[in-house]
């Protein structure tokens, strides 16, 4: 979907000139209810610099001022040589505190989830996978390729593979609307125990761009991960590529255990 550009009609507020608040604090509050109202929605562009001078009669001193602490807040964006944007809320995804899914994370916070499955198949096991599921080489495992979106915005692109040998009815089943974990708890009597992450930052590919409507070369948030069950046996490799425009992690940090 297109950028919209935003002219006067939706601009409302004024500033109070007799008043001890700083223009800048006056104009940030007003762009800031805009977004809270939904009047300016995330990805649209806002009114130019100059545009804002004229509009609010405020020096450009000000008005980057407001800007830059809407950015500081997360709320906008800028881009050089295209403007500035109303900022889309980044999808905080918990990954320490319990080993749980996209789907359960995503709808927990209120988001409606779509997956959109680009290939899902029983082949041999990819050679950098079979260490992590503990598996010999020319083994199988089900392999699920998706894009998996928060409220209509492309949020990963995640690859995950799973031991054929417990999980081969998972290549049959729609997992279009489904949880994977919930699955393999209610299908599979799957118990998760925990497991072990490592991220890193990419740059996308032109394949990696197309799957989450981004650019070539924006940064991505690259997870690998292995799962395993309550009795330690591996039972899940992926790899997932998030936007690093939108995704974000929170992770607990525990002081060490005295004695």
């Not at 899902?120 to 990819?126: A, D, K, N």
């Not at 409507?213 to 997870?223: D, K, N, W």
Request: aromatic share 6%; net charge negative.
């Amino acid at each position: 979907m297109p950028n919209r550009t935003l002219d006067v009609e939706p601009l409302t507020g004024a500033i109070h000139r007799a008043g001890s608040l700083p223009y800048y604090v006056q104009l940030a509050e007003i762009v800031r209810d805009q977004i809270r109202r939904g009047v300016w929605r995330p990805g649209d562009l806002l009114p130019s610099e100059a545009d804002l001078c004229s509009m609010y009669d405020i020096s450009r001193t000000a008005v980057r001022q407001a800007l830059d602490e809407l950015v500081a807040e997360g709320l906008v964006e800028k881009e050089k040589g295209r403007g500035s944007f109303v900022a889309h809320p980044r999808t905080a995804q918990f990954i320490v505190q319990e080993l749980r899914g996209f789907f359960e994370e995503m709808t927990s916070r209120g988001f409606d989830v779509q997956t959109r499955i680009l290939d899902l198949e029983i082949g041999t096991v990819p050679r950098h996978v079979a260490p992590g599921l503990g598996l010999a080489k020319g083994a199988e495992v089900v392999s699920i390729d998706r894009v998996r979106s928060a409220d209509g915005t492309p949020i990963v692109h995640v690859v995950t593979h799973l031991p054929a040998t417990r999980f081969r009815e998972l290549a049959d089943m729609d997992l279009t609307q489904a949880s994977l974990y919930s699955t393999l708890s209610a299908r599979f009597g799957l118990i998760p125990g925990g497991g072990h992450r490592q991220i890193d930052a990419v740059g996308a590919t032109r394949d990696k761009a197309d799957l989450l409507q981004i650019e070539v070369g924006a940064p991505l948030l690259r997870m690998t991960a292995v799962n395993h069950d309550v009795e330690g046996r591996p039972f899940e490799y992926f790899r997932a590529w998030y936007r690093g425009d939108v995704a974000s992690f929170d992770i607990q940090v525990q002081a060490p255990a005295t004695k």
